[in-house]
C-alpha cells in the first residue's frame, strides 16, 4: 500500500534556510579581507545582495515539481536497485550477471550523490516528507550520516578552503595546495590520491571520526568513543548487507551453478560499491581542487560579510560541463559553484540559476571556473603531482626547524588575540 502525498502548497520553501552562515572572528573590531583585491567593501556588499535575490526566487519558485522530481530519482534508483540485485544472481549468463552490477552501481551512485548527499543538506526538508528529511536520513555508504553532516554541511561549507578549518583541503593525507606544509608522505600524492578514489568511502567515514581533533585535545574522550561506536555500527550494517547477506542468499545457485555462485555475487557487490567510490571521487576532486581554485587564511576570514563569504565559495570551487545525465548522476555537483554559494536549495536547479550567476560574476569581474572533466582532473593531477615535490622553501617543510616555529609562532599568536578578545573590557 503506497503512501497518500499530501500535495506541496506554492511558497512552502520561501522561508527555507539551511544554508552555513559566514564566520565570525573573536575580535569584533576586525573586519574580513577576502576579495578585497577584487572588489570593495561596498561592491562586495553589492554582490552578496544580488546573490541572495537569485536565492529568494529560487526558493519562492520551489514546490511540487521539485517534490515530484526527487520522488521520480529515487523510485528510479529503487528499479535500478531491484534489477540489478537480480541481475547479480545470474554470474552463469554474462549479459545478465553485467548488466545487473551496472544497474547496481548506477543506483548506488544515485542514491550516494543526488539523493543522499543533497537530501542530508536539507535541500528538501521544506517538503515535510519523513523519508527526504536531511535530519534522519542514513545513506548506502560506511560512513555514518551525522559524522558526515558535521564535518561536510558545517565545517566545509562554513569554512570552505579556509587553511587550519576547512578538513577537506586533502583529506589530511594530500597536498594538494602551495599554503599546506610538506612532509614526506606527500612524495606519494599520487599514489596515495589513486589509492583514496579506490576506497573512498572509507576515507569518508575515517575523516568522519575526527582522529586529529581527538588527539590536539579538541574533542572529549566521550565524543570520540560515540564516534567510534557509530562508525563500528554502520560498517558492521553495511558489510552485512553487501558481503553477507547477498552471497549467502546465493548458496541457492550453488547446486544448479557451483561453488563460486556465492563469490559472484560477493564480487559484483564489491564491483559496484568500487564503481561508486571511484565516480564520487572524481566528481569531488574535480570540483574543489584543479588549478586556480583559491584557498584562504584564517585570519583573512575573521568577521566576513556575505558577500566574501558568497566570494569564497565561488573562489574556491569549480563547475564540470556536461550532459544532462552526467549532471544528474553527479548528484549536480557538477554546478560545485552553484552548491558552494546555495548548498540548501534542491541541486536540480543548478543548472537552470547557473547561466545567471555566471552572468553576475562578469559583471564583477570575477572567475568562473568550468570546464570539461578531463581538464579538470588532468589538473587536479598536475596539482598533486607539482605539490608532491619537496619545496625548497624551509617554510614550506612541515618538519623543518623554521616551519615549525612559524606554526608555532602562529599558534601563539591566536591564543592572544582570542585571549585578547575575551578579556573584559575597563571602564575609565
Keep these: 500500500m503506497s503512501r497518500k502525498l499530501a500535495p506541496i502548497e506554492p511558497l512552502s520553501a520561501s522561508n527555507h534556510n539551511e544554508a552555513p552562515q559566514p ?87 544515485l542514491e550516494n550523490m543526488e539523493i543522499g548527499h543533497n537530501v542530508m543538506h536539507g535541500q528538501y526538508d521544506w517538503m515535510n516528507d519523513p523519508l527526504i528529511d536531511g535530519k534522519n536520513y542514513e545513506w548506502d555508504i ?48 599520487l599514489p596515495l590520491a589513486f589509492f583514496l578514489m579506490l576506497f573512498f568511502e572509507w576515507g569518508v567515514a575515517y575523516h568522519g571520526i575526527e582522529l586529529d581533533d581527538y588527539l590536539a585535545g579538541k574533542m572529549t574522550k566521550k565524543e570520540f568513543g560515540n564516534r567510534k561506536s557509530r562508525l563500528a555500527r554502520k560498517v558492521r550494517r553495511q558489510l ?45 576532486f574535480c570540483g574543489h581542487f584543479p588549478a586556480e581554485v583559491a584557498t584562504f587564511a584564517e585570519e583573512d576570514a575573521q568577521n566576513e560579510s556575505r558577500g566574501q563569504w558568497y566570494l569564497r565559495q565561488l ?65 587536479v593531477a598536475a596539482q598533486l603531482a607539482q605539490y608532491g615535490a619537496k619545496p625548497q622553501d624551509p617554510y614550506k617543510q612541515g618538519k623543518s626547524p623554521e616551519s615549525k616555529a612559524l606554526r608555532r609562532a602562529k599558534r601563539d599568536e591566536a591564543a592572544r588575540r582570542e585571549e585578547q578578545a575575551r578579556a573584559p573590557h575597563l571602564s575609565v
Aim: hydrophobic share 45%; proline share 5%.
Design 315 to 379: 573562489l574556491g570551487s569549480a563547475n564540470i560541463s556536461g550532459s544532462r545525465p552526467f549532471h544528474i548522476l553527479s548528484g549536480n555537483l557538477s554546478h560545485q559553484i552553484e552548491h558552494h554559494l546555495f548548498p540548501d536549495i534542491p541541486a536540480r536547479r543548478y543548472p537552470e540559476i547557473a547561466p545567471e550567476v555566471q552572468e553576475l560574476v562578469r559583471r564583477y569581474g570575477l572567475q568562473y571556473n568550468s570546464g570539461r572533466m578531463s581538464r579538470q582532473l588532468w589538473s
Design 23 to 109: 564566520r565570525v572572528g573573536q575580535n569584533a573590531d576586525q573586519r574580513a579581507t577576502i576579495g578585497l583585491d577584487l572588489l570593495t567593501y561596498e561592491q562586495l556588499d553589492e554582490f552578496g545582495n544580488e546573490l541572495d535575490a537569485v536565492r529568494q526566487r529560487v526558493l519562492d519558485d520551489l514546490g511540487q515539481a521539485d517534490a515530484d522530481y526527487i520522488r521520480r530519482v529515487i523510485r528510479a534508483q529503487q528499479v535500478a536497485e531491484v534489477l540489478g540485485r537480480i541481475g547479480i544472481f545470474f554470474p552463469f549468463f554474462l549479459p545478465v550477471f553485467i548488466t545487473g552490477i551496472v544497474l547496481l552501481s548506477v543506483a548506488k551512485i
Design 142 to 189: 560506511v560512513a555514518p550520516a551525522q559524522d558526515w553532516k558535521h564535518g561536510h554541511n558545517y565545517i566545509h561549507h562554513t569554512y570552505t578552503n579556509i587553511h587550519g578549518m576547512d578538513r577537506d583541503i586533502g583529506y589530511g593525507l594530500l597536498r594538494i595546495d602551495e599554503d599546506q606544509p610538506w612532509y614526506p608522505n606527500h612524495r606519494f600524492n
Design 240 to 284: 552485512t548487507k553487501d558481503f553477507v547477506v547477498y552471497p549467502a542468499m546465493a548458496l541457492a545457485l550453488v547446486p544448479f551453478v557451483g561453488w563460486w555462485a556465492p563469490l559472484a555475487v560477493l564480487g559484483a557487490n564489491f564491483a559496484a560499491n568500487l564503481a561508486r567510490n571511484i565516480w564520487t571521487f572524481l566528481i569531488i
